[in-house]
């Protein structure tokens, strides 16, 4: 199983600066890594950051969590399919949302052999100072990508002074107490403290593995595997029954009377079924908040 960590954060912030070092860290300790950089335009200049040594795709014109979901499904696919490496760092744009990040990278049909460890999110200590200046819409994104990470750097703290710096602490703990927040220049950070991380909620065997960072993780992903059929209705009922704390579900659903299981996505309330031509496993990729104490439909417990 392969490790996957997600770098967030807007343009400026230092999350190249962060990759490069880590990277070096990981070569350091022997550990390959391989790279996914996201760009929204046609020509990608950090890329140069990553040496011929490391696997890298790369993905321009397109956000990972809208019209590029699918190109980095099929990115994460040829990386298992054709290269050889032990963790992959995904360098999100600086416009991508992290929940719709998490989605387009956990697809179902690959999701037993990815690990997420979390989302680590790079907050420009200047900008978030400067916040107010900002257009409403993206003051909001920049609000998101600090509220669903799971490890938070205050990056360029060296350009303020010691009143500033308590301010900024005080502040995003605020809007995410959950995670963990380092004051960094540089975008250094010590890979112990990413190699702690654990965001991924898995269902193996009826058993629910919990985050083991020491605190709860509460934006996690829970794969669901089916043992038996369900009509639609049934399996819609179930879905509305689930809290709004339930963000994104897909994969794939068997159905009474389908010859394979139907293609399922939920996302913003509305479901949407697709027929599948060809035999999928029967299993669900969950997106969310404290998704692990949700019922799930045709356990035991329901």
């Not at 490391?54 to 590029?68: A, D, Q, R, T």
């Not at 050889?84 to 992290?98: K, M, N, R, S, Y």
């Not at 403290?193 to 985050?211: F, N």
């Not at 595997?225 to 209705?233: L, S």
């Amino acid at each position: 199983m392969k490790d996957v960590y997600l770098f967030s954060g807007f343009l400026g912030s230092g999350k190249t600066s962060m990759l490069t070092d880590v990277i070096r860290q990981l070569k350091e300790k022997g550990i390959k890594p391989a790279v996914i950089m996201n760009e929204f335009g046609k020509l990608n200049f950090d890329s140069q950051a990553v040496d011929d040594e490391v696997p890298l795709k790369e993905m321009l014109e397109g956000c990972i969590c809208c019209s590029g979901s699918e190109k980095t499904e099929a990115q994460i696919q040829s990386l298992l399919a054709n290269e050889q490496f032990d963790v992959l760092i995904i360098e999100t744009t600086g416009v991508a949302h992290p929940v719709e990040a998490l989605n387009a990278v956990y697809s179902p049909l690959f999701a037993d052999q990815l690990n997420i460890k979390g989302i680590v999110t790079v907050v420009d200590s200047k900008l978030w100072l400067d916040r107010n200046t900002l257009s409403p819409q993206v003051r909001s994104l920049f609000l998101e990508q600090i509220r669903h990470a799971h490890l938070l750097l205050a990056n360029k703290i060296d350009l303020l002074n010691e009143s500033e710096q308590a301010k900024i602490v005080y502040e995003i703990q605020q809007v995410n107490p959950n995670a963990f927040l380092l004051q960094t220049t540089n975008g250094r950070v010590p890979l112990k403290l990413l190699e702690q991380l654990q965001s991924t909620v898995r269902k193996e065997q009826g058993d629910i593995q919990s985050a083991k960072i020491g605190i709860h993780l509460h934006l996690s992903s829970r794969l669901v595997e089916f043992k038996e059929h369900f009509t639609q209705q049934q399996f819609e009922e179930w879905v509305r029954s689930l809290p709004s704390t339930v963000y994104r579900m897909k994969g794939y659903v068997p159905i009474e009377g389908m010859k394979n299981p139907m293609l399922f996505q939920y996302a913003y309330g509305l479901v949407q079924w697709l027929p599948e031509y060809i035999k999928m496993q029967p299993q669900i990729v969950i997106i969310g908040e404290n998704i692990d104490q949700i019922s799930i439909i045709g356990e035991k417990s329901m």
